[in-house]
Structure formats: C-alpha cells, structure tokens
C-alpha cells in the first residue's frame, strides 16, 4: 500500500503510464458515468506527481482536486435534470476510437523530442501531451455540449501542470481554478438548453421514432378527416339515389 499512494509510486515511470492509460480507456468506452470520475482520477494522479516529482505545494494538490470535484458534480447534475436520456453522441465505435489514439500516442511518443517542454522531464512532458491531445480528441468526436464540457475540463489538468511549475504564482492557480468552474457551469446551461431544442424538435415518423414521441393531436386529426370523408360520400350516394326515385 505504501507503494501504491507514497513518493516510492508517484516518482516511477509506472503512475504515469497508469494516468495516461485511464484517458485512454474513458475515451475508448465513451460514457459520460464513466468521464465524470474518471476527471477527478487523473486530477488527482497529475497532482501528486506534481507534488512528489517538483515539489508543488500540496495545498494546491488540495485545490486542484476540490475545483475538478466541485466541476464533475455541476456535469452530472445536468443529464439528471435532462427529460431525455443523455445520448453519448460519438463519433464511430471503440475500434476506430483506439485507432485513432494509436495514433495520436505514435506521434506523441515520438515527435516529443523536437517539443521540448521546459522544466519538465521527458517523462512527464509526454504525459501532459497525451491528456492536451486526449483533450482536444474529445472534443473533436462530438457536437454535445455536455462532452465539449468534458474535454475542456481534461484539457485544463495538463494547463495547471505546466502553470503550477512554470509559473508557481497561487493568484494563477485560483484564475485557472475559477475558469475551470465558470466553464462547467456554461456547459452545464448549454446542455439544459440543447436537450429542450431536441424536444422541441418536429421528429418524423421512422423505424427509429417510437409511438409515443408523434403528436396525438395529428393522429386524432387523420382519423376525424377519414370519418368525415366516408360520411360525406355516403350522404352524396343516398341523395343520388333520392333524385333517381323521384
């Protein structure tokens, strides 16, 4: 155990690998249940290699986490606030997802030399790469405010990093941290807003529209008409007959 949560840990290759790992599996997986923790996780993880590696402060470990944690609860309120459920809105299937973070971490792992980072060991630098291209691959696989949400907080983890040892002013720390809670809350209202547009939506009637999403109202219309078109040509068929007679 004292491996696992001590400096012993936190100072090998192997918690940064661990990190980079979780972003890659929340990607793959692609819930938002899943997203939610998963933030506070990695927060969590960069902070303390923050603090055994550099030197950080651990009250601002203690920021970092309690900003993201305060972030993560704004998001999930949202979907439970939702009269739909939360659709995941993704771009392809887990296959071509880990494809494509194959590839990003190809060219992470090897283009980062020529991307000096300055301060920080090669080691670490690689991992603030992956989470910025983890970040910005979130947000390129989906239109959903609520995701959008998710990648700019994941992209705000490695932007403390690099601030918190190039730059270890804590008026900085606390502007990042409101910004971060500023952003989850503009997410959070642009989510509410975007699920009342799609129920507002005139949705057609498909194999994939269920019953109950048509409008009564039509249905009730269509049948009155037919009603109203079989009686008046019954009534016109019996005053043809009436003249005839007569």
Sequence with gaps: ???????????????????????????????????????????????????????VPGQWLAVYFWVIVLAVLILALTPLQMPRPQPSLRSGNPFFRFLIMLLSGVLVYTLQPDIPLPILDVSTARLVLWLVACAFLVMALTDSALFTGIGLLLWFIPLQSLMSVILPLPALIALIGILQLVVALACAFLALAEDEQLAEMQLPATDVTFPDEIEPSA????????????LAQRMAGILAVLKRSQ
């Design 219 to 230: 249905v009730v219309t269509f049948e009155l008409g037919t009603v109203r078109r079989f």
């Design 1 to 55: 155990m004292d491996f696992l949560f001590g400096a012993s840990f936190w100072s090998t290759n192997a918690a940064l690998w661990g990190i980079g790992g979780i972003a890659l599996l929340l990607i793959i997986l692609w819930d938002w249940r899943l997203f939610l923790p998963g933030l506070a996780l990695i927060q969590y993880g960069v902070g303390q290699i923050l603090v055994h590696r550099y030197g």
